[in-house]
């Protein structure tokens, strides 16, 4: 009988006694080992199985570069051999492509002037349409004042 308590305790493997490991959903896009200079994005190169040429096309002309799989090694079972980018990360009509970091940086510089040429636009159209006496846009300062309240001003 000691036997058999000695048996059963000897079975008793250390991933029994762990706790057990929680489901998590998977990433749709794996982030990717970043090397120093550099930023990443994922380019669509295809959407319902039909090729993008006219996105990809624009975004390789921005600079953007595919980043072949010696680069991550961490995605080695993302690579396809077959299309556009061989031997490049991709996943589900995305590639992972990258651009140095001072490329990334005008191009962040030129959409904001876009950004806010734009906005100017809006707000002179704004001020021609408005009309005084039913101001659409009308600059106003606020302010604050501190009450005591009814009890004792702090004399």
């Known amino acids: 009988m000691a036997n058999d308590k000695r048996l059963a ?6 991933e029994t006694d762990e706790r057990p490991r929680q489901w998590q959903p998977a990433q749709l896009l794996p982030e990717p080992d970043k090397q120093p200079g550099y930023g990443y994005r994922w380019v669509r190169i295809a959407t ?3 090729a993008d040429p006219r996105n990809t096309s624009s975004k390789m002309r921005e600079g953007w570069e595919p980043v ?3 680069e991550q090694p961490d995605m080695q079972l993302l690579i396809e051999d077959s299309g556009k980018f061989p031997g490049c990360v991709e ?6 492509c990258k651009m140095p970091d001072s490329m990334i940086k005008q191009r962040e510089e030129y959409f904001a002037g876009q950004t806010k040429a ?4 809006v ?3 704004l001020m021609r349409e408005n009309d ?3 101001p659409i846009f009308k600059e106003s300062k606020s302010t604050s004042s501190r009450s005591f309240g ?6």
Do not use: F
Request: charge should be positive; aromatic fraction near 0%.
């Open 9 to 14: 305790r000897a079975t008793k493997t250390r």
């Open 48 to 50: 319902l199985n039909s």
């Open 68 to 70: 072949k799989a010696e």
């Open 91 to 96: 996943i589900g009509g995305l590639v992972l």
């Open 118 to 121: 734009q906005m100017q636009a």
């Open 123 to 125: 707000d002179n159209t």
């Open 132 to 134: 005084p006496r039913m």
């Open 150 to 155: 009814t009890g004792d001003k702090g004399s």
